[in-house]
């Protein structure tokens, strides 16, 4: 489980490392809204890395805590790097990046909530259930 976390947290590292630096007047746009893409991906990701080590630590509470506790942590940090990026010298910040963090991270709980259909506690139900009999 702790490689699970390492990969969480460097990821998270990384988004807000790749903020600090400046890439000049290259606009990269293959197509129109690349860059919300990219966002959307990149909290998409940042939602589903943390949800496995998340629910592990804990493994008692709901999934409803879990989810709306892991899309708080992830919109925030969409929120930070946001405003982390308008004192980059370079870079700007704008609202429709932070929604486009906000909506990766919303569709990726609900992509883990429908994949995940056990919605009460994780295992302790099924414990409980078997010690029962």
Request: proline letters at 1%; aromatic letters at 20%; a neutral charge.
């Amino acid at each position: 489980m702790k490689k699970k976390w390492a990969i969480a947290i460097t990821y998270l590292l990384l988004i807000h490392s790749l903020s600090s630096f400046s890439f000049g007047n290259s606009k990269i746009e293959i197509f129109y809204g690349f860059d919300k893409t990219i966002h959307f991906i990149e909290y998409f990701l940042l939602t589903l890395f943390f949800w496995k080590p998340m629910c592990h630590f804990f493994n008692r509470t709901s999934k409803n805590i879990i989810s709306l506790g892991i899309f708080l942590f992830s919109a925030l940090n969409g929120l930070l790097d946001e405003y982390h990026q308008e004192f980059v010298y370079g870079r700007t910040s704008s609202y429709s990046d932070m929604l486009a963090d906000v909506i990766g991270s919303g569709c990726s709980i609900f992509y883990l909530r429908f994949t995940h259909k056990n919605n009460s506690f994780s295992n302790t139900k099924y414990e409980e259930i078997l010690e029962s009999n």
